[in-house]
């Protein structure tokens, strides 16, 4: 069964940067769509970034791009996020999301259990 572990958040300080790691358990990460979400303190979550199956191409919200860069190793079963250049308003709880058919539908089938990023003084 597909599992995915987030790990790499923290608290930083604002302008600094984090790197943010998903490992994937399952044997066919390769053909898997991953994304990023966050979730701040009382908001709905957001997609942040997502990345196809081989990586060839990845999207950004407006609010991340320049910013954050999405990216995958399908040789480690893993899929990261590198964000810079950090704002408060980065701050949240950020899932980890894999599916088949997300490219199309948009509709995630796995999920993490969340790190948190916390961007204060």
């Known amino acids: 069964q597909v599992q995915l572990v987030e790990s790499g958040g923290g608290l930083v300080q604002p302008g600094g940067s984090l790197r943010l790691s998903c490992a994937f358990s399952g044997s066919i990460f390769h053909i898997y769509h991953m994304a990023w979400y966050r979730q701040a303190p009382g908001e709905q979550r957001e997609l942040v970034a997502s990345i196809t199956p081989r990586g060839s191409n990845g999207d950004y919200a407006d609010s991340v791009k320049g910013r954050f860069i999405i990216s995958r190793d399908n040789a480690k079963n893993t899929v990261y996020l590198q964000m810079n250049s950090l704002k408060p308003e980065d701050t949240g709880v950020y899932y980890c999301?894999?599916?088949?058919?997300?490219?199309?539908?948009?509709?995630?089938?796995?999920w993490g259990q969340g790190t948190q990023v916390t961007v204060s003084s």
């Open positions: 999301a894999g599916g088949i058919a997300a490219r199309l539908t948009g509709a995630y089938d796995y």
